[in-house]
């Protein structure tokens, strides 16, 4: 099993929707989690972390479900601006972040 | 807003050749990070860097590779004798605590030829 696994989508939603990304983890030590946005050929960008049981800000919530192993990304209303990849990283229990390999998104107008 | 920045921002050189990467993490931070990212595929994680010694490592940061922090404001990767398959976007990224939110750079693209 993959160490951080998402669904690669793509996701294809019209402008306005709510859109869910899942992604899972199979390293039960690991504390802190994080989603990222990346568009094309350039850094990754901090969405949120995720340490305890979620997190909001704005249109976007994090949540970490420690039981199953897995966080998930929430966007509402979703903007085209929204259109990019969506990473998840988390750490190993150490000094290592694991990303995912990604999802991603379109908005379409 | 304080910013993690790389140079350069493409590095082209033959295979064989040795290449420096450098970084300049945010100003307060004490923990510093090099990810590769090969066109297409994920970020994946090399090192990471914490009171002037290696944390952890990954299986890909063989001899070949090494880190430095030369003085209170670089941070540097090194990769002694490039391979064809190190052609890759090298991101540093830095973070205040150990397990706090990490803020990369731009990325210097590294070409080998």
């Known amino acids: 099993r993959k160490e951080v696994e998402q669904d690669p989508g793509p996701f294809n939603v019209p402008e306005g929707a709510t859109v869910a990304f899942n992604c899972t983890y199979s390293?039960?030590?690991?504390?802190?989690f994080f989603w990222y946005r990346q568009d094309c050929r350039k850094e990754p960008k901090l969405l949120m972390s995720?340490?305890?049981s979620g997190n909001e800000d704005g249109r976007f919530t994090a949540q970490l479900n420690r039981a199953s192993q897995y966080i998930s990304l929430l966007i509402r209303d979703s903007k085209l601006s929204d259109s990019a990849t969506y990473l998840c990283?988390?750490?190993?229990?150490?000094?290592?972040?694991?990303f995912g390999a990604g999802t991603r998104l379109f908005v379409k107008a | 807003e304080p910013e993690v920045t790389q140079t350069p921002s493409h590095q082209v050189t033959q295979m064989g050749q040795e290449v420096i990467l450098r970084c300049v993490p945010i100003?307060?931070?004490?923990?510093f990070y090099w990810y590769r990212q090969i066109l297409g595929q994920k970020v994946e994680f090399l090192v990471s860097?914490?009171?002037?010694?290696?944390?952890?490592k990954s299986e890909i940061f063989d001899d070949q590779f090494s880190v430095e922090r030369p003085d209170g404001s670089n941070f540097t990767l090194k990769i002694r004798s490039t391979k064809l398959e190190d052609s890759a976007m090298y991101f540093c990224?830095?973070?205040?605590?150990?397990?706090?939110?990490?803020?990369f750079g731009p990325g210097t693209r590294l070409t080998v030829t």
């Open positions: 990283a988390g750490d190993t229990g150490g000094f290592k972040t694991i």
């Open positions: 990224a830095s973070a205040g605590g150990a397990r706090d939110e990490q803020y």
């Open positions: 995720v340490y305890s």
């Open positions: 860097f914490y009171n002037n010694e290696i944390s952890e």
């Open positions: 100003s307060n931070h004490l923990y």
């Open positions: 390293n039960s030590a690991s504390q802190s």
